[in-house]
């Protein structure tokens, strides 16, 4: 099966869920799913494709760590179950690495741009990238200058700024990657899917100008 297949079906398959600590009825865009493992330990499930009835919890490191203490996992599995008290560290572990791994096939597949030179150009091209990619730790002047080259012809990529200079770097097998992007496609799709959901896991670097993954910088 293709990816870009996959995706489709994956899109189809999104419906509305509820999270067990707030009750509030979101869209798999702002959730994680969890299920139940044979020996009854809750298992993060990203990719949300484990057997056995999902438990969803708000794509938030705060609630999830409330979902913990406050045992909802067994609560809403009707049945005792364990969940680790570092169930978020291990979401957050995932969801980078499916993120990671997404970036490497794009660069084996060609759809990758990497360096602040090649994203600049490419956003000047007639068929410029749908994501801008920037280290979490890179220079926010750098980010604003391929926001406002994008910006200027009239184009708003969605900005993925929740990985490591490091994490890029080891990805990509290229050393010191801070700026790169992404054309359009399904893993363009899922890349900005993981990374919204991912952002609820780690500190949003405000002062260099990040933004959420759906959003440009203003």
Same mark, same amino acid.
């Given at each position: 099966?293709?990816? @870009?297949?996959?995706?489709?079906?994956?899109?189809?398959?999104?419906?509305?869920?509820? #999270?067990?600590?707030?009750?509030?009825?979101?869209?798999?865009?702002?959730?994680?799913?969890?299920?139940?493992?044979?020996?009854?330990?809750?298992?993060?499930?990203? $990719?949300?494709?484990?057997?056995?009835?999902?438990?969803?919890?708000? $794509?938030?490191?705060?609630?999830?760590?409330?979902?913990?203490?406050?045992?909802?996992?067994?609560?809403? +599995?009707?049945?005792?179950?364990? +969940?680790? $008290?570092?169930?978020?560290?291990?979401?957050?572990?995932?969801?980078?690495?499916?993120?990671?791994?997404?970036?490497?096939?794009?660069?084996?597949?060609?759809?990758?741009?990497?360096?602040?030179?090649?994203? @600049?150009? @490419?956003?000047?091209?007639?068929?410029?990238?749908?994501?801008?990619?920037?280290?979490?730790?890179?220079?926010?002047?750098?980010?604003?200058?391929?926001?406002?080259?994008?910006?200027?012809?009239?184009?708003?990529? +969605?900005?993925?700024? #929740?990985?490591?200079?490091?994490?890029?770097?080891?990805?990509?097998?290229?050393?010191?990657?801070?700026?790169?992007?992404?054309? @359009?496609?399904?893993?363009?799709?899922?890349?900005?899917?993981?990374?919204?959901?991912?952002?609820?896991?780690?500190?949003?670097?405000?002062?260099?100008?990040?933004?959420?993954?759906?959003?440009?910088?203003?």
């Amino acid at each position: 099966m293709s990816l @870009a297949l996959a995706m489709r079906e994956e899109r189809e398959a999104m419906r509305e869920r509820k #999270c067990i600590v707030t009750g509030e009825v979101r869209d798999d865009a702002h959730l994680v799913r969890f299920a139940v493992s044979p020996d009854g330990e809750i298992v993060p499930d990203v $990719a949300a494709k484990l057997p056995g009835r999902g438990i969803w919890v708000s $794509a938030e490191r705060a609630k999830l760590d409330q979902a913990v203490a406050k045992n909802l996992f067994s609560k809403a +599995a009707k049945a005792n179950v364990k +969940a680790s $008290a570092d169930l978020s560290d291990r979401v957050e572990t995932q969801l980078a690495q499916r993120m990671l791994n997404d970036l490497g096939m794009a660069k084996r597949s060609g759809v990758l741009i990497l360096g602040f030179d090649n994203v @600049a150009r @490419a956003f000047q091209e007639g068929a410029p990238p749908t994501v801008l990619i920037e280290a979490a730790d890179g220079s926010a002047d750098g980010k604003r200058k391929l926001y406002a080259v994008a910006h200027a012809r009239g184009q708003k990529p +969605a900005v993925v700024d #929740c990985l490591s200079n490091a994490e890029l770097s080891v990805a990509l097998g290229k050393e010191n990657v801070i700026h790169a992007a992404l054309k @359009a496609g399904a893993l363009a799709e899922r890349l900005i899917f993981d990374a919204g959901r991912l952002s609820g896991f780690r500190t949003v670097n405000t002062d260099a100008g990040s933004s959420p993954a759906h959003e440009g910088i203003a």
